[in-house]
């Protein structure tokens, strides 16, 4: 009988300490949840005057950018490279 | 303003680029009737990869040109901001709006230049075994010819602006937006 009662004893125990566990575990989760929802709002709020600044800069084109800018457009002449295509078939003519 | 033109010229050479499509199988057509003297498959079949070659390659080129001049354009946009903030701050830009006007032109041009383009349409009159080479390398000669024009327009273009970038840059103070900043504050500051 008392063999009987310890183990029921045991299981209840252990019973218990999955619930608190589990109970633990669900308010950590819920917790760290909510502190990365945090993070990620606060984080949002520092980044959007960051991002209004970044439009800013964009915006003012120095003339510097202005100049790089007409620099990096190339324009290049493949024309030749391009019809060799062409030449080819032709010497079959 | 640009960027009104920009769509129109884009939906005009779209509307270019349709009547073309229809226009090119109507060469086809009287392209097969022109080589119908030659009695070598082969030749007859390379003449029309030709054709096919060049069409393609000036849809391809007109295409890239678009490219580059929409742009070039946007680059000019960019300037005529800052002068329009040059001008408020009170700094002498005439000589950059002269350059911008001369970039307009040269864009205007260009694109003018990729619409004829667009609509040209490359075919040979009729030939026999003996012309055939030499008719279809005139072609080829005078589309080549044809496509360095519009690049050097293009080109023409790119260093109108870049001139217009580079008188701009030359105006004292012309990056400077603090003036009216630094005026605010003082304005702030006496309030």
């Known amino acids: 009988m008392d063999t009987n009662n310890n183990k029921d004893t045991i299981k209840k125990i252990i019973l218990i300490l999955i619930i608190i566990i589990s109970i633990v575990a669900i308010i950590k989760i819920q917790r760290d949840g909510s502190i990365w929802v945090e993070n990620k709002s606060n984080e949002q709020e520092i980044l959007s005057p960051v991002d209004i600044e970044l439009n800013n800069a964009v915006d003012k084109n120095t003339t510097q950018e202005l100049n790089t800018s007409i620099d990096n457009i190339k324009i290049e002449d493949t024309t030749d490279v391009d019809l060799k295509i062409v030449d080819e078939e032709l010497n079959k003519l | ?191």
């Open chain 2, 1 to 191: 303003m640009p960027k009104k033109k920009e769509k129109n010229f884009k939906k005009e050479i779209e509307a270019t680029r349709e009547e073309v499509k229809l226009k090119i199988e109507d060469m086809k057509a009287s392209f097969k009737e022109n080589i119908s003297k030659i009695k070598d498959e082969n030749k007859k079949i390379s003449s029309e990869k030709i054709i096919t070659i060049i069409q393609a390659l000036n849809t391809k080129f007109t295409g890239q040109l678009s490219v580059k001049i929409d742009q070039i354009e946007n680059v000019l946009v960019g300037i005529e901001s800052r002068i329009s903030k040059a001008d408020t701050n009170g700094i002498d830009t005439s000589l950059a709006k002269a350059e911008v006007l001369k970039a307009k032109e040269a864009i205007t041009i260009a694109r003018d230049a990729i619409n004829t383009q667009t609509s040209k349409i490359y075919t040979i009159g009729a030939v026999d075994e003996s012309t055939l080479r030499s008719e279809m390398k005139k072609l080829r000669d005078s589309f080549g010819a044809d496509i360095k024009t519009l690049n050097t327009k293009i080109k023409a273009a790119h260093t109108a602006v870049k001139n217009t970038a580079t008188t701009l840059a030359k105006v004292p103070k012309v990056d400077d937006d603090s003036t009216n900043k630094v005026e605010d504050n003082t304005i702030n500051n006496n309030q």
